[in-house]
């Protein structure tokens, strides 16, 4: 086993001083690793020299993980404080008390009394079952809303309060979210989860984050080859099957997947890849601590950005929802609930209403603002 000195991996510095590596190991499964798996490999992470994981509750392993934590810290591989460890409320669990009850589950699954950093995985509360299909939709599931979701954010504020997390963060968020929601918060995120690899690289995001003091943590870094089927697409590109790409791991002689690494933490964003292979995994923490890219390769990963968006979050949908492109804001504003009209009662109009045309000025009022 190749050991990496975790005081050699980059850190980055978050607005309270704190120190964040800048390679994590992220503990997604993706429908096709179980707990036993995903928590082998925090165990060989551990041992190799990883000091960040990235968790969540929808992952259905933090008992598993909490295991490994508490072993590692039992035989001395590895002391609590030198760990930073996230993880993620589930959109289940927005309403009023219950991000409370869900970070005491993680913590006392983890085996930990506080975290580092825990996110609101998305930034609405439309739950769905695992394993479900790309058409799954759930009944219950609404847009977002700047009031809904600051209610989240104050139970949030709450645990680091109440010293449960040291920070707290968004994730799956979009600039014009953020402009709402920021100048409301009293505790600021710390970090913002968002998906990065050299087909999206959301530059506008990701300098939007980084000029407000805001670390930028990025999932799918290689362009998730291995993500659940309900995420994947026709139109969709493979990052590492890139010409570009191969020709500049050929020049370092490595695999395109640790140049995606490289990259993304040259350009200043902390990638959180995950893998079941030691050789996989071990590689994408080493290849940050030697044999950067030159300045012409970057320009050439830069200029491969094809917006090509692979978690489109089709499952999040709600009801009047065109597409998953409602989800992410492209216009430039918020995109809120479409109410069909035709479902309303005719009867609630007179006819002198309808006839100075206030029946189309209050479809417009409720596609707009409700």
């Not at 997604?28 to 190799?48: I, K, M, P, Q, T």
Request: aromatic share 8%; glycine share 6%; proline share 6%.
């Amino acid at each position: 086993m190749t050991m990496i000195d975790p005081a050699i991996v980059p850190q980055r510095t978050l607005y309270t001083g704190a120190k964040m590596p800048a390679v994590g190991m992220g503990t997604f499964g993706s429908d096709h690793a179980d707990a036993d798996a995903v928590s082998a490999s925090v165990a060989g992470a551990l041992r190799v020299g990883y000091r960040s994981f990235d968790c969540a509750a929808c992952y259905g392993n933090e008992d598993m993980i909490g295991k490994i934590f508490a072993d590692a810290f039992a035989e001395g591989i590895v002391k609590r404080e030198e760990l930073f460890i996230a993880s993620k409320v589930w959109n289940d669990m927005h309403g009023d008390g219950d991000v409370l009850i869900a970070c005491a589950k993680t913590l006392k699954d983890l085996k930990l009394d506080y975290l580092d950093m825990y996110y609101v995985h998305w930034p609405f509360p439309n739950y769905h079952a695992p394993h479900c299909d790309v058409d799954s939709r759930n009944p219950d599931s609404k847009p977002f809303t700047v009031e809904r979701f600051m209610k989240t954010w104050r139970q949030m504020e709450r645990l680091v309060d109440m010293g449960l997390t040291k920070h707290i963060g968004m994730s799956n968020m979009t600039i014009p979210k953020l402009e709402a929601v920021l100048p409301l918060c009293r505790i600021k995120p710390a970090a913002i989860e968002m998906e990065l690899h050299p087909c999206f690289q959301q530059p506008e995001l990701f300098d939007y984050c980084r000029a407000h003091g805001i670390e930028v943590v990025g999932f799918c870094p290689i362009g998730s080859p291995e993500r659940p089927e309900r995420d994947k697409m026709p139109e969709d590109i493979a990052d590492i099957e890139l010409p570009e790409l191969k020709a500049i791991a050929a020049a370092h002689g490595v695999h395109p997947a640790v140049i995606c690494i490289k990259w993304a933490v040259q350009r200043g964003a902390s990638p959180i890849p995950f893998s079941l292979k030691e050789k996989n995994y071990t590689m994408n923490l080493k290849c940050v601590t030697e044999d950067p890219l030159t300045e012409e390769e970057m320009e050439t990963i830069r200029s491969l950005d094809k917006n090509n968006r692979l978690i489109k979050g089709h499952v999040f949908l709600w009801e009047g929802a065109k597409d998953w492109h409602d989800l992410w804001d492209e216009d430039g504003v918020i995109v809120k609930i479409m109410v069909i009209i035709s479902k309303l009662p005719l009867n609630i109009f007179t006819q002198q209403q309808k006839a100075a045309g206030v029946y189309n000025s209050i479809t417009l009022q409720l596609f707009c603002y409700q």
